[in-house]
């Protein structure tokens, strides 16, 4: 053997040995965590009221119902994404919940919702646009002139209450101006609608609040009949912007912008009022035209005799409703409301 070949011997035997453990790790120069799909469950989280949404910023009341109650700011976790949350949702909260000026909490998870109110942009958009979560009743309010009542837009309100499983009342404003009967001759048929009427010398505030005690009640209609003004003698801490009604358009102006729950403390208890801006149009694309038959419980033992794909309106053939009004066995004006609710859908092709 050479004295080369010893040399280059020599020099391997001291050569080291390597494994995979001797792989170099890149060092982490923001020392963060590596990422992870795991989510702490915050079993710490406090359940509070959403009272309202602001830019990216929901007010929430924390301690509902106790001497410690009080709202908080908070924004939306992460975790949550897209996770639509609205007035009158039961949010999870955790983080700083003093509810001191400057504070922030976050909102980790929303509870399950016992009712959710939606819309859409029109009769054919399956988009759903969530109003309002957790609501029992509906308030409608309507004004029997100035402008001038909208019984089709009533009946998508009602629509959308009986799909919601929410039950409707009715507001009917500036009696003084105009005869609301014939209008609500409209919904003779619907015997556990309840209907007040209202002018600017008798007000039944008393009454009407009596109705909102021990629930959630959210409140819709056109602008410029009345709502604002209705929801301030209500809650007078509320101060909800009023408007007028343009001479020109008969049509009002729009002076809520936001949804808002208030709190109604009245004689006989406390409820919870939900306003809402005022809207000219009430989109119907996500409701199920089975749920409206259901809610007239009456009505749909009688229609189990229809045959099948009956539509109930006046025209359909065989119709065992039409048949039991001919017959004098139902309401006529019972059967009109339900077939009013129903022909809103008449030109829908996806059910």
């Known amino acids: 053997m050479s004295w080369l070949d010893d040399a280059l011997g020599d020099e391997l035997d001291d050569e080291p040995e390597f494994d995979e453990s001797d792989v170099r790790v890149r060092p982490n120069p923001k020392a963060n965590r590596p990422r992870t799909k795991r989510r702490p469950a915050h079993e710490d989280a406090t359940i509070a009221r959403v009272l309202g949404v602001d830019r990216g910023r929901y007010t929430v009341l924390v301690d509902e119902d106790t001497p410690d109650e009080r709202p908080v700011t908070a924004a939306r976790a992460r975790e949550l994404h897209r996770t639509p949350i609205v007035t009158?949702?039961?949010?999870?909260?955790?983080?700083?919940?003093?509810?001191?000026?400057?504070?922030?909490?976050?909102?980790?998870?929303?509870?399950?919702?016992?009712?959710?109110?939606?819309?859409?942009?029109?009769?054919?958009?399956?988009?759903?646009?969530?109003?309002?979560?957790?609501?029992?009743?509906?308030?409608?309010?309507?004004?029997?002139?100035?402008?001038?009542?909208?019984?089709?837009?009533?009946?998508?309100?009602?629509?959308?209450?009986?799909?919601?499983?929410?039950?409707?009342?009715?507001?009917?404003?500036?009696?003084?101006?105009?005869?609301?009967?014939?209008?609500?001759?409209?919904?003779?048929?619907?015997?556990?609608?309840?209907?007040?009427?209202?002018?600017?010398?008798?007000?039944?505030i008393d009454l009407i609040g009596e109705a909102l005690v021990g629930h959630s009640t959210v409140f819709v209609g056109h602008s410029g009949v009345g709502k604002s003004t209705l929801v301030n003698a209500l809650v007078p801490s509320a101060r909800r912007a009023t408007g007028h009604v343009n001479e020109v358009t008969g049509r009002g102006r729009h002076t809520s912008s936001s949804t808002v729950s208030l709190r109604y403390q009245g004689p006989a208890g406390s409820g919870w009022v939900i306003d809402t801006p005022g809207v000219r149009s009430f989109g119907l694309g996500h409701v199920d035209p089975a749920n409206i038959l259901t809610a007239y419980r009456d009505l749909a033992e009688v229609a189990e005799e229809c045959p099948r794909g009956c539509t109930h309106l006046p025209d359909a053939p065989d119709c065992a409703l039409n048949e039991a009004v001919a017959e004098e066995r139902l309401p006529a004006a019972r059967v009109d409301s339900l077939q009013r609710l129903l022909a809103t859908f008449k030109d829908r092709t996806d059910y």
Not at 94 to 103: L, P
């Open 88 to 204: 009158g949702d039961r949010a999870r909260v955790v983080g700083d919940t003093s509810g001191e000026e400057g504070t922030l909490a976050r909102i980790v998870g929303i509870e399950e919702r016992t009712s959710l109110l939606r819309r859409s942009a029109d009769d054919t958009d399956q988009v759903e646009r969530v109003i309002v979560a957790n609501a029992d009743q509906m308030l409608i309010v309507v004004a029997a002139a100035d402008p001038e009542p909208r019984p089709r837009l009533v009946d998508r309100y009602l629509v959308a209450a009986l799909d919601a499983g929410i039950r409707p009342l009715m507001v009917v404003t500036k009696t003084d101006l105009a005869d609301p009967g014939p209008f609500l001759e409209h919904f003779d048929g619907l015997e556990d609608l309840r209907v007040f009427r209202s002018s600017p010398a008798e007000t039944p």
